[in-house]
């Protein structure tokens, strides 16, 4: 469990990195601009992708809090193992693909690591709201289990 402050916290960070990520895919998809020469890039995804970096370093701050204070404490009772191991293997993915997009060379690569972190960021929506559901059955157990006593 978290306390309050953490949990909007993390809530706050995770929509915003979410947000900024899938209208920057989607500005750049589907709303380029007319240039003379061919489609140019929408004037928002500068800056989206400006917000998308910070929400970035904001997410490694949440989830480097996160590993000590939440993670460690769970890991050992083997509540909700699953579905964390899932978030915490997309977050590293995601993590990897990122970095991949700033520091791999060649166009290839680049490419393979924008397909592969667009992919896995989507995926990350469903695994984290996964990952809230079974926390929360878990407290909502263990409560009727202590009341029951």
Same mark, same amino acid.
């Given at each position: 469990?978290?306390?309050?402050?953490?949990?909007?916290?993390a809530?706050?960070?995770?929509?915003l990195?979410?947000a900024? %990520?899938?209208?920057?895919?989607?500005?750049h998809?589907?709303?380029?601009?007319?240039g003379?020469?061919?489609p140019?890039?929408?004037?928002?995804?500068?800056?989206l @992708?400006?917000?998308?970096?910070?929400?970035?370093?904001?997410?490694?701050?949440?989830?480097?809090s996160?590993?000590?204070?939440? =993670?460690?404490r769970?890991?050992?009772?083997?509540?909700?193992?699953?579905?964390?191991?899932?978030? @915490? %293997?997309?977050?590293?993915? @995601?993590?990897?693909?990122?970095?991949?997009?700033?520091?791999?060379?060649?166009?290839?690569?680049?490419?393979?690591? #924008?397909?592969?972190?667009?992919?896995? %960021?989507?995926a990350?929506?469903?695994?984290?709201?996964?990952?809230?559901?079974? %926390?929360?059955? @878990?407290k909502?157990? =263990?409560? #009727?289990?202590?009341?029951?006593?």
């Amino acid at each position: 469990m978290l306390g309050n402050f953490h949990r909007r916290a993390a809530y706050l960070v995770l929509a915003l990195i979410f947000a900024s %990520g899938l209208a920057h895919f989607v500005l750049h998809q589907f709303f380029p601009r007319a240039g003379e020469f061919g489609p140019l890039p929408n004037p928002a995804e500068p800056w989206l @992708l400006r917000l998308h970096g910070a929400a970035a370093m904001a997410t490694l701050v949440l989830l480097g809090s996160l590993l000590p204070l939440h =993670v460690a404490r769970f890991w050992g009772t083997r509540q909700n193992s699953a579905a964390a191991m899932a978030f @915490l %293997g997309i977050a590293a993915l @995601l993590i990897a693909s990122g970095y991949g997009l700033y520091y791999l060379g060649g166009d290839d690569w680049r490419a393979a690591c #924008r397909i592969a972190h667009i992919a896995v %960021g989507i995926a990350a929506l469903p695994a984290f709201a996964l990952h809230l559901r079974r %926390g929360r059955q @878990l407290k909502r157990r =263990v409560v #009727r289990n202590y009341l029951a006593d």
